[in-house]
């Protein structure tokens, strides 16, 4: 059973603190994704990656960075948080794409600035 | 890049009824759709899946269908019961995964 692990799930931060979510999985997945949700605006994707060291820009990437350092593990920071980053941000993780492999995430970690 | 929309936002049904969600998506490319359940304060999880050579396909009183030539997919769910109440979200992949908006499903006792 695959599973994605976020290691925080409730966190409020003060405007201008840096932030950072940490997620694991443990099923050797290539890609790790960090998507954004907001109510109205479904899953909004912020970065993926698709090996150790790679990151790719999602949709939404203003503001945040994403570091890979090991398979396993894919973080995302908010370099200088602002409220409107106020959200669920959830991880996620999948073999490789264009295959038919589905996608499996995290159960989030809600983040409020203030 | 890919546009999935997904209709309705909101979706009431009796119990025992069924519940119909609708996508669409606009890149040819993408050869996989699968359909996920939000529970309120849980991670989304996988329901259902169906890829691009498959028109139909169905487990239990779940059913997803797909019209490749007009890019549209569905998701229905028959004798729909309470624990039913969610929120869907269908997707489309190919090289990267593109999600509709949601639908707040509410199952009325």
């Known amino acids: 059973d695959v599973k994605v692990t976020q290691s925080s799930r409730y966190l409020v931060k003060r405007t201008g603190e840096k932030v950072f979510l940490e997620c694991v999985q443990d099923?050797?997945?290539?890609?790790m994704f960090w998507y954004r949700q907001d109510p109205g605006l479904g899953l909004r994707l912020i970065y993926f990656?698709?090996?150790?060291?790679?990151?790719e820009k999602g949709d939404i990437p203003e503001g945040y960075s994403v570091s890979r350092e090991k398979k396993e593990r894919f973080s995302l920071i908010l370099e200088s948080a602002s409220t409107n980053q106020t959200s669920m941000y959830l991880c996620?993780?999948?073999?490789?794409?264009?295959?038919?492999?589905?996608?499996?995430f995290g159960e989030g970690s809600w983040l409020t600035v203030v | 890049g890919e546009n999935v929309e997904q209709h309705p936002s909101t979706l009431s049904v009796q119990e025992g009824d069924s519940a119909v969600i609708k996508c669409t998506y606009s890149?040819?490319?993408?050869?996989?759709f699968p359909w996920y359940k939000q529970e309120l304060g849980k991670r989304p999880q996988l329901i259902i899946d169906?890829?691009?050579?498959?028109g139909e396909k169905k487990d239990q009183r779940i059913a997803v269908t797909l019209n490749k030539t007009a890019k549209h997919f569905s998701l229905h769910i028959t004798e729909t019961q309470p624990e039913d109440s969610a929120v869907y979200f269908c997707?489309?992949?190919?090289?990267?995964?593109?999600f509709g908006t949601g639908t707040s499903l509410t199952v009325i006792p």
């Open positions: 890149d040819s490319a993408s050869n996989y």
């Open positions: 169906i890829r691009s050579n498959v």
């Open positions: 997707a489309a992949s190919y090289n990267q995964f593109y």
């Open positions: 990656s698709y090996d150790v060291k790679m990151k």
């Open positions: 996620a993780s999948s073999l490789p794409t264009g295959a038919g492999n589905t996608i499996y």
């Open positions: 099923m050797d997945h290539e890609n």
